[in-house]
RNA sequence: GGCUCCUUAGCUCAACUGGAUAGAGCAGCUGCCUUCUAAGCAGCAGGUUUCAGGUUCGAGUCCUGAAGGAGUCACCA
């Protein structure tokens, strides 16, 4: 904002004029809301260069502000914190300037391109809550970034090979009868998850038998014939192998539209797909690169692994002695291709903590390569979602379904809206669509609200609130306003000269949206965007019954507030936007 | 065991990156719908910011140590 800007070149003339000096640049913070005051400046670090106490010291700087800026109507003196009370002219004047572009974001991206790669689903299971919180704020962080004027490619990297779907592969050769989608009924992901869940039993079950038979633990996991029949798999398919192949496309193709539909119930898209099948190869082309020119080494039963105890890290495998390639291989190879695609200045993974170390490797392994997009790398590594009982683990059945949990929320959304019965005269179609707006606009600002990098837990017990600091009560106030604005008449836009200090407060919070997308962007941070939302809509709520809108005793009151409100409006709309929610008319 | 991260009200989370008397929501209690939507508003209660030191005018925030928890150190991804 232009006046901190400048209080600050003020602070330095003070100085001069005052003491003919310099000083740093001033804190300038907002006021606490218990002493009198907008905007707070620091005075502790100028006593060096006052010689005086922070009291006098303070005086001496407000008197001088005072005079030398109109916007500054007062001052008064706390210890060593100087308070600068903003006269009402100059709120309205931001307003005035801020109205016809409210959401209009400074474009700190501008000219940068960038992936950002989320979701990246294994397609030998269906998602759960954790791939919810990670396909959430993956989406939202591209439309952040958007805003912010970067050149977004969001994309998905499916991860359709490996020895974990090969697990479910043979279960369902095994086990499965012949089963399809269509013939049991049961959407695609959830049917090949089945039969990961009973490969893992099967599995289990012959490790016991093997332990009981006087095998080590980890033997019997090496030795047991499903692990071993997996393995051959895995080969077969590197190898061509049609019958393998042909299975894998068949049961991949019924977890993709299994994906789609969860994907559709969720509002996330991607520009680009990639699957690992398609970038591994180029992975192990790379490898082998790297070995030939020394950067890579290999041991004598014929793995390639890298060095990084110079950087303070591990060995690292990166291709088995089998030649089968591993999960770093892959992404090599994706990074690579990527690079190709797009030459993007910045590429992002959305991935989960528990990958930290991973992506630490993978950058130190392309910049060892001498690989130009090393630089650009960043992972937007966030907590895991556990649950009261710990971590969710789809092999032991301890998830949240993602298809489940979006249905429970809907069906909750439509509970609780025929309770309130405020929606008459709406149709069947309009009466679905919010309860679906309502539900997963919920489901998300419940994930989203929290700090990216923070674990959060998540009671299965306790259906996510749709009251106080929740989707829904943005959701409410934004159909409140729309609703104040259809009972309007076509009012004139004009401005007052005074203000309530709850009209203050929405003015001010105003102000403060575009710096909020900015500093989303650049903390990898939606948390910042949803904060504010709900800063924005308790502000709003407050103003609502403090002030008569449409009873206002004055016209210009009455306009004025209206374009407040429509402001605040436009403003929810927006940061609701960027968190991938969509906003009710009524509700 | 090595490394990384976490610990704030009964519960879930904030705290503008070192500033004042640590804030919200939920749960509990009390008021407010004949007036623009009560999914709301106002109020009460709830805290030695895990503990012990240190740095500083000032520490939830920085440094050291301790306790508890999580992750990782896989030829899983």
Known sequence: MEILELITENVAAFLKAEYQAEGPAPKIESTNPNFKGDFTVVVFPYLRISKSNPEATANAMGTYLVE????ISGYNVVKGFLNLELADAFWVNCF????????EIPA???GQKVVVEYSSPNTNKPLHLGHIRNNVLGYSFCQILDANGYDVVKNNLVNDRGIHICKSML?????????TPESSGIKGDHLVGKYYVRFDQEYKKQIESLKNDGQSEEDAKNNAPLILEARKMLQDWEKGNSEVISLWETMNSWVYEGFDQTYATLGVSFDKVYYESDTYLLGKDIVKGGLESGVFYQKEDGSVWVDLTDEGLDHKILLRADGTSV???QDIGTAELKYSDFKMDQSIYVVGNEQDYHFK????????LGR?????????SYGMVDLPSGKMKSREGTVVDADDLMAEMVQTAKTQTEELGKTEGMSKAELEELYHTLGIGALKYFLLKVDAKKRMLFDPQESIDFQGNTGPFIQYTYARIQSVLRAAE???????????????ALIRLFTEYPQVVNDSARDFNPSIVANHAYELAKAYNKFYHQCSILGAKEEETKNFRLALSRTCGAILQHACGLLGMSMPERM
């Open 361 to 368: 490797v993978l950058q130190l392994i392309l910049k060892k």
């Open 490 to 504: 076509n009012a004139d836009f004009n401005l007052v000269s005074s203000l309530e200090t709850e009209e203050k």
């Open 96 to 103: 005035e300037e801020l109205h016809p572009k409210p959401t």
């Open 108 to 110: 700190i991206g501008k």
């Open 171 to 179: 279960a369902w050769q095994k086990y499965g009868d012949g089963e």
């Open 68 to 71: 030398h800026l109109d916007e």
């Open 372 to 380: 130009p997009h090393w630089e650009g790398l960043h992972h937007l």
């Open 327 to 329: 999960y770093m291989t």
